[in-house]
């Protein structure tokens, strides 16, 4: 695919001219696109859109406000950024607001993998040898080097497709032994053991119906309700949206059998997310902020301030991958002013949330709406090793890799994903962090050891 250059004259025709005056970026895209005689299946085919969606986008009858998609679109096709309505990828704000220094007591996070801007070349090197030593001894010899196999879903789509589970040891499981296997549930998502989960999936299943069909049938509902949503995040985590749709779908079917009323939460957001994965942004909205507000008033737990402060954490995001800034602010506030009133991170039932998670979810927001420099800003404020999970941890560096990658600074980028690999090997298999790789692979010379990790985690 062949990208244009600044002096295509593309960019001084009518046409161009009126798209920019209008600010019209699917028309830009179009002209673009044409101009580089690359057809819509091929954009679809690299950006992972369909063609029929692209074409939408382009005559303006589905709006182009996915900041990451224009992003790639515009590297793809030699689009200007700004002409998307794109920061720079250099952007001289950010770097001038990244120099300032850290706010007190966090001034050591800065080293690893966030550095300051003055830093001695000599010294990031040294450091970055060491990160890549410490991490794996595979990493300089990109020979011995193999990708991780994908985890399985087979006996959960066995499960969605035909409702096969393992056959039960004992006749009648025990409320302690279901309570057990979600317990396991949560501990292997909230550790990134993805491919046990997968594999566990099924049994834990065959134990929750068990209850429910042994008597108690809001128990097994709670329980069944429960395991689909982790199985929805599990998805989503592996990027399978089709299957992430019909267990979110099997969550809300559970809840109505009587789940409580923190189970009903999780599965709205888990639908919310699915929803914003299909690119229904104000649809994925309304389903979390709704969910939300039925939770005002009923208790000031952790529990219920956790369930409320992930879904307007949620909703938040879904603002931001939408491109709409404002909304985002207003609803990332609301889930500060419930992290407030938790006053510290908590793990509760799976579910992690506090001021921590609020920040992890600032970084996101400003990674999607173009801002790296303030995505880095919001990532000084977190010591990584204090958030609760591996996934959080993990989360935290794929997050800063994805705003030095954007911000050019490809080092540091590499340096947070190898840190992400040492908190949670399995995390980094993602689709996110296999595209950042491919990129990183430019840059193979400087970066001792890029090329074994992009084996590793599926990129090559």
């Given at each position: 695919m062949?990208?244009?250059?600044?002096?295509h004259?593309?960019?001084?025709?009518p046409?161009?001219?009126?798209?920019l005056?209008?600010?019209?970026?699917?028309?830009?895209?179009?002209?673009?696109?044409?101009?580089?005689d690359?057809t819509?299946?091929?954009?679809?085919?690299?950006?992972g859109?369909?063609?029929?969606?692209?074409s939408?986008m382009?005559r303006?009858q589905q709006?182009?406000?996915d900041?990451e998609?224009?992003?790639?679109?515009?590297?793809?096709?030699?689009?200007?950024?700004p002409?998307?309505?794109?920061?720079?990828?250099?952007?001289?704000a950010?770097a001038?607001?990244?120099?300032?220094?850290?706010?007190?007591?966090?001034?050591s996070?800065g080293r690893?993998p966030i550095?300051e801007e003055d830093?001695?070349?000599v010294?990031?090197?040294?450091l970055?040898?060491?990160?890549?030593?410490?991490?794996?001894s595979?990493?300089?010899?990109?020979?011995?080097?193999?990708a991780?196999?994908?985890?399985?879903?087979?006996?959960?789509?066995?499960?969605?497709l035909?409702r096969?589970?393992?056959a039960?040891a004992?006749?009648?499981?025990?409320p302690?032994a279901?309570?057990?296997?979600?317990?396991a549930a949560?501990?292997?998502?909230?550790?990134?053991r993805?491919?046990?989960l997968?594999r566990?999936?099924?049994?834990?299943?065959?134990?929750?119906?068990?209850?429910?069909?042994t008597?108690?049938?809001?128990?097994?509902?709670?329980?069944?309700?429960?395991?689909?949503?982790?199985?929805?995040?599990?998805?989503?985590?592996?990027?399978?949206?089709?299957?992430?749709?019909?267990?979110?779908?099997?969550?809300?079917?559970a809840?109505r059998?009587?789940?409580?009323?923190?189970?009903?939460?999780?599965?709205?957001?888990?639908?919310?997310?699915?929803?914003r994965?299909?690119?229904?942004?104000?649809?994925?909205?309304?389903?979390?902020v709704?969910?939300?507000?039925?939770?005002?008033?009923?208790?000031?737990?952790a529990?219920?301030l956790?369930?409320?402060?992930n879904?307007?954490?949620?909703?938040a995001?879904?603002?931001?991958?939408?491109?709409?800034?404002y909304?985002?602010?207003?609803?990332?506030?609301e889930?500060?002013?419930?992290?407030?009133?938790?006053?510290h991170?908590?793990?509760?039932?799976?579910a992690v949330?506090?001021?921590?998670?609020?920040i992890?979810?600032?970084?996101?927001?400003?990674?999607?709406?173009?801002?790296?420099?303030?995505a880095?800003?919001?990532?000084r404020?977190?010591?990584?090793?204090?958030?609760?999970?591996?996934e959080r941890?993990?989360?935290?560096?794929?997050?800063?890799a994805?705003?030095?990658?954007?911000w050019?600074k490809?080092?540091?980028c590499?340096?947070?994903?190898?840190?992400?690999?040492?908190?949670?090997?399995?995390?980094?298999?993602?689709?996110?962090?296999r595209?950042i790789a491919?990129?990183?692979?430019?840059?193979?010379?400087?970066?001792?050891?890029v090329r074994?990790?992009?084996?590793?985690?599926?990129?090559l």
């Open positions: 062949d990208a244009l250059d600044s002096s004259p593309l960019w001084h025709t046409a161009m001219r009126d798209a005056t209008r600010r019209d970026a699917g028309s830009i895209v179009r002209l673009a696109r044409r101009a580089a690359v819509l299946a091929d954009l679809g085919q690299a950006v859109y369909t063609a029929a969606s692209l939408r382009e303006g709006p182009m406000r900041i998609l224009l992003t790639r679109i515009a590297g793809l096709l030699g689009i200007p950024p002409l998307l309505g794109l920061a720079p990828r250099h952007d001289q950010a001038a607001s990244y120099g300032r220094a850290a706010p007190p007591g966090i001034a996070l690893e550095g830093e001695d070349p010294r990031r090197r040294k970055l040898a060491r990160v890549a030593g410490a991490t794996t595979v990493i300089l010899t990109p020979a011995t080097a193999t991780a196999p994908r985890p399985s879903l087979s006996g959960l789509e066995d499960v969605l035909y096969n589970t393992p039960l004992a006749p009648q499981p025990t302690a279901v309570a057990a296997a979600l317990d949560r501990r292997d998502f909230a550790a990134c993805y491919d046990r997968a566990a999936l099924p049994g834990h299943f065959a134990l929750a119906q068990a209850l429910t069909d008597g108690r049938p809001e128990a097994g509902a709670t329980a069944v309700a429960e395991l689909y949503n982790i199985a929805t995040r599990l998805c989503i985590k592996l990027g399978e949206d089709e299957m992430s749709a019909a267990t979110a779908d099997r969550a809300l079917t809840c059998g009587g789940a409580d009323v923190l189970t009903t939460a999780e599965a709205h957001r888990m639908v919310s997310s699915v929803w994965r299909a690119q229904h942004y104000t649809r994925a909205t309304d389903v979390a709704t969910a939300a507000q039925q939770l005002v008033g009923r208790s000031s737990d529990a219920v956790s369930a409320k402060g879904l307007y954490a949620t909703a995001y879904t603002a931001g991958k939408q491109g709409d800034r909304l985002a602010r207003d609803l990332i506030a889930a500060g002013a419930t992290a407030d009133q938790l006053g991170d908590a793990v509760t039932g799976g949330f506090g001021p921590s998670q609020v992890l979810h600032q970084i996101s927001i400003s990674y999607l709406l173009g801002d790296a420099g303030t880095i800003e919001h990532a404020r977190i010591r990584p090793a204090t958030l609760p999970t591996p941890q993990a989360r935290y560096y794929v997050d800063v994805r705003a030095f990658d954007r050019g490809h080092d540091r590499f340096n947070a994903l190898l840190a992400a690999e040492k908190a949670a090997p399995q995390e980094v298999r993602l689709g996110s962090v595209t491919a990129g990183l692979m430019r840059h193979d010379r400087h970066l001792p050891g074994a990790f992009a084996v590793r985690v599926g990129a």
